[in-house]
């Protein structure tokens, strides 16, 4: 498993997107998608040589993330990209993680499985086993 970003909550993409850009010179690299099942709105950033961020915005009060949005936002989750999704889960969940989400489409990947997953010290995973991110143009 390799890390493939981190999952930041914001209040509102439009503003979490110029906060990157200002503060830590981060670049918008996708198009805005919109997650049904989630209900979020998320968008990746990048910069060179460093690692992918993605921007998650609750889409309305129902969404997971709506009460930490509410509160300011802030770190979400981990991601990790693995070889097999389904083996992975199961690795994890033998090590104490506890499955969250399983295994389901992720429209920001494209439409390829992902999952989440809560491990020791809180720590929110989500597995995905694809490199494609939908509405990616690179623009960094």
Same mark, same amino acid.
């Given at each position: 498993m390799v890390i493939d970003h981190i999952g930041i909550v914001v209040r509102s993409l439009d503003q979490g997107i110029q906060q990157w850009e200002r503060v830590f010179g981060y670049a918008k690299s996708s198009e805005i998608v919109?997650?049904?099942?989630?209900? =979020?709105?998320? =968008?990746?950033?990048?910069? &060179?040589?460093?690692? &992918? =961020?993605?921007? =998650?915005?609750?889409?309305?009060?129902?969404s997971s993330v709506f009460p930490l949005a509410r509160k300011g936002g802030g770190l979400h989750h981990v991601c990790f990209r693995c070889d097999d999704l389904g083996t992975q889960v199961e690795l994890l969940r033998e090590k104490g993680a506890r499955l969250v989400v399983p295994p389901e489409p992720g429209e920001a990947f494209g439409g390829n499985q992902i999952a989440f997953l809560l491990a020791e010290n809180n720590l929110n995973i989500e597995l995905i086993d694809t490199a494609e991110k939908a509405g990616w143009c690179g623009c960094a």
């Open positions: 919109s997650n049904s099942r989630q209900k =979020v709105r998320v =968008v990746f950033l990048s910069k &060179t040589d460093s690692l &992918t =961020v993605k921007l =998650v915005e609750p889409s309305d009060a129902s």
